[in-house]
C-alpha cells in the first residue's frame, strides 16, 4: 500500500477490471530469508549497494511515468527514499476560514505572503461572524491584489465556508488551509503539490505538528464504529515516516483538484464541524481516486485555535450526530485498508499482521 507501490500497479489493476476491495495482502510469506550476521535481513547496511540500487530503480520508474528532473536521496529521518521531480505548479486557489483567531490568520497569511515561494496562488479569505479586531485586519489586506474576502455572516459551517471559498476562486488546484496554520520553510507548496500530478491522486495532505513540535498529523485512519482518529505517531521502525496513501487527510491543509471537488459536488455540508474532510476523502476514494500524505511537507498546527475545545455538551451531542452521517453514508467503505500493523520479533524483524 506504498505510495510508489501503489502508482506502479493502478493501471494494471484497472486494465484488468480489478476494484480496490479485491485487493488484500498475501496471508502467507512466499520467500523466507533466514537472517545472518551480515545478511541484508539483519541489517539494511550489511550491503549498503542494494541501497543505491534500489534507489536506481526508483528514479527509473519515475522515469518512466513521465516524470522529470528526478532526484532520489535517502530519508534522513527513517527508512526509505525522498523522491522529488519537477511539475507544472498550476495556480492554486488557497481558503482560508476565519472567525475570531486574530494572532493566528496574521501569522498564516503572513508565511503564505512572505514565507512561500510557489510562483502564483491567489487567497480567499471567508470571514465567519468575525468580531472586530479580524475586520479591522481584513480591511488592512483588501488592497493586497492576491487576496479575496468572502464574508459569512451564517452559524458556523466548515463545509459551507469552503465550498463558498472554491465559488469565489478559478483556480484549477484548491488548497483548504486552517487559519491556525504556520508555515515553515518557503518550498512546503510546491514539494505539497507535486503528488497531485501523480496518476490516481485526488487529494494531498500535509503532515502536522504541535508547536512544541511534537507529531500531531500524520495521515486519518478510519473505522465503520469510532469513524476516524488521527494517526499522531511514525510507529515502530518508523515506516509511516515515508510518504503513502492513506484513507484520508485533514481539512486543516489538504490539496485537491477543482475538477475532483466538482466531480463529488464539494463538502457535504450536512457535515458542520465534524469528519467533513474524511467524507470528501472517502468521496473521492469511491472515484477509484488516492489519499497522499505527504511526510516531507511539515508545518505547525495550533489546533482548536479558532473552533475551540469539543468538550461542551452541545458540540458532544452534535459529534455524535455527525457520526451517524458517515455511518449511514459509508457503513463497512470506513473499514481501514492503509494503515499497517506489526509485531516485532527476534532480531528486530517486523512480522506484518494480516
Known amino acids: 500500500r506504498s505510495l510508489v507501490g501503489s502508482e506502479m500497479c493502478i493501471r494494471d489493476r484497472l486494465r484488468l477490471g480489478i476494484t480496490e476491495e479485491q485487493v488484500c495482502h498475501v496471508a502467507e510469506p512466499l520467500y523466507d530469508w533466514r537472517a545472518t ?58 481558503i482560508v476560514p476565519t472567525h475570531s483567531n486574530l494572532n493566528g490568520l496574521k501569522t498564516c497569511i503572513s508565511g503564505l505572503l512572505q514565507q512561500t515561494d510557489y510562483p502564483q496562488f491567489n487567497i480567499i479569505i471567508v470571514a465567519n461572524l468575525c468580531i472586530e479586531p479580524i475586520r479591522e485586519y481584513l ?5 493586497q491584489p492576491q487576496i479575496k474576502i468572502q464574508v459569512n455572516d451564517e452559524e458556523f459551517n466548515w463545509s459551507t465556508l ?3 471559498g472554491v465559488v469565489a476562486g478559478k483556480h484549477p488546484l484548491l488548497l483548504f488551509l486552517n ?17 497531485i500530478y501523480l496518476e490516481g491522486v485526488g487529494a494531498v495532505g500535509g503532515t502536522l505538528f504541535y508547536p512544541n513540535r511534537q507529531l500531531q498529523h500524520n495521515g486519518i485512519e478510519t473505522h465503520p464504529e469510532w469513524i476516524a482518529r488521527n494517526i499522531d505517531e511514525w510507529g515502530e521502525k518508523k515506516p509511516l515516516r515515508v510518504t503513502r ?16 471537488w466538482e466531480q463529488i459536488g464539494g463538502f457535504d455540508e450536512q457535515l458542520t464541524v465534524y469528519y467533513n474532510d474524511v467524507d470528501y476523502c472517502l468521496g473521492l476514494r469511491s472515484q477509484g481516486l488516492r489519499i497522499v500524505q505527504a511526510t516531507d511537507v511539515e508545518l505547525i498546527h495550533h489546533e482548536k485555535a479558532t473552533y475551540g475545545s469539543h468538550d461542551s455538551p452541545e458540540k458532544q451531542a452534535l459529534s455524535q450526530k455527525e457520526i451517524n452521517v458517515m455511518q449511514e453514508k459509508w457503513g ?22 494480516v
Open 37 to 94: 550476521e551480515g545478511s541484508l535481513a539483519y541489517k539494511t547496511n550489511s550491503k549498503s549497494w542494494t541501497f543505491k540500487a534500489a534507489m536506481a530503480a526508483l528514479k527509473n520508474h519515475l522515469e518512466a511515468r513521465g516524470l522529470e528532473n528526478v532526484s532520489i536521496k535517502a530519508n534522513p529521518k527513517a527508512a526509505g527514499c525522498i523522491c522529488h521531480w519537477d511539475s507544472p505548479l498550476e495556480p492554486i486557489d488557497i
Open 139 to 143: 480591511e488592512t489586506l483588501k488592497s
Open 162 to 164: 469552503n465550498n463558498q
Open 179 to 195: 487559519d491556525d496554520v504556520e508555515i515553515t520553510h518557503a518550498a512546503w507548496l510546491r514539494n505539497l503539490s507535486r503528488y
Open 245 to 260: 496513501n492513506v484513507s484520508a487527510v485533514t481539512g486543516a491543509c489538504l490539496l485537491t483538484r477543482r475538477s475532483h
Open 332 to 353: 463497512e467503505f470506513l473499514t481501514e485498508r492503509y494503515m499497517p500493523r506489526y509485531d516485532v520479533k527476534a532480531h528486530q524483524t517486523r512480522i506484518l499482521h
